[in-house]
């Protein structure tokens, strides 16, 4: 029998799955890389109720982010630099990005084994860019830019593979499709010179996300462990760059997607977990009319996310979860408020 603090512990990691960093100027946001939600009932055995939503069960949860990043880069001659001494004149550019993510989940119980899921989010995006000609008096030029939308709705599977009996974990089999409904990098309005005057809500192609996850309980704490890919499909398009140049073909690099963490009850309404997730982004390949080609650079995006779960009663749950970039590529901070309610239909 599987007591309530564990439950308590397995329903608490979903608090864990963090958001990835943004793209390259051509690339969206990325998509937020979610493991399946673990909702096991009070006071119920795993091995018949599961991991996932029980059966004839429907999950409703709102939730909104905060994302700030904060990006500081010197150009010199056209070769961004770090640490060094430099003689001429000298770009530098910062700029502040922040994001607001409201998102309605819902996931329902098919099986006591299979659960489907949809996401629906909406973003306002505020871009803040100042670019600084050191050496020349210091002359400065800044740019905002504010957009909201619709983002890229998601639809999910999963299926709980098995029991988890005999101290085996438990694994779940995971398949996403991320859709395209968000104004993507190379649907805003761009200027003579390909400068962007728009923000994108959304990646620009579809998506599909197969991945496995591993749990393992041992009271009073629940460890996991998550693998994916991401293969973001390519499109042949025809979209204005700039005056005399115009976008042909679009090629999204996919993305390795590991985490792990653990969560840990400490009573019957209260629980903590800690994780980590690291996606492995690969450059996006881009083609123009004049036959020429981009490839943006590969991004490491690294992040530490701490929750807290206070159980409310049965039906309801109130989860915090602060996100911390730990790469370069990674956001700078995360702030998740999420608040999911169960409804039992049958």
Known sequence: MMKYPTAMALAMLSAAAPAAAEGPSLQGPAPSPERPAITVAPGRDNASTGVLTPSGTLVIEPSVQYQHTNINTFVAGGVA????VLVGNIQATQANRDAVTGTLSMRYG???RLESELRIPYMYRHDSVTNTLVNTNNTSESTELRDSGLGDVEAAMHYQINAGDDDWPIL??????KSNTGQGPFDVRR????????????SGSWGIEPSLTLISASDPAVFFVNAGYLLNLGESLNRPYSSNLSITHVD???????GMGMGIALNERISYSIGFQEDFI??????FSDRSSFKSASLSAGT???GM???RDERTAITITLGVGVTRDAPDASLTLRIPLSVKLY
Do not use: H, S
Request: net charge positive; proline share 5%; no cysteine.
């Open 110 to 112: 098919i099986t006591r």
């Open 309 to 311: 779960n206070w159980q």
């Open 304 to 306: 530490l996310n701490l």
């Open 191 to 202: 200027d003579a010179l390909g400068v962007p005057r728009q923000l994108a809500t959304g």
């Open 81 to 84: 630099i770090l640490d060094t």
């Open 252 to 258: 999204p690099g996919g993305a390795i997607r590991l």
């Open 172 to 177: 779940v089999a995971n398949l996403r499709g």
């Open 282 to 287: 690969g450059g996006t390949l881009t083609r």
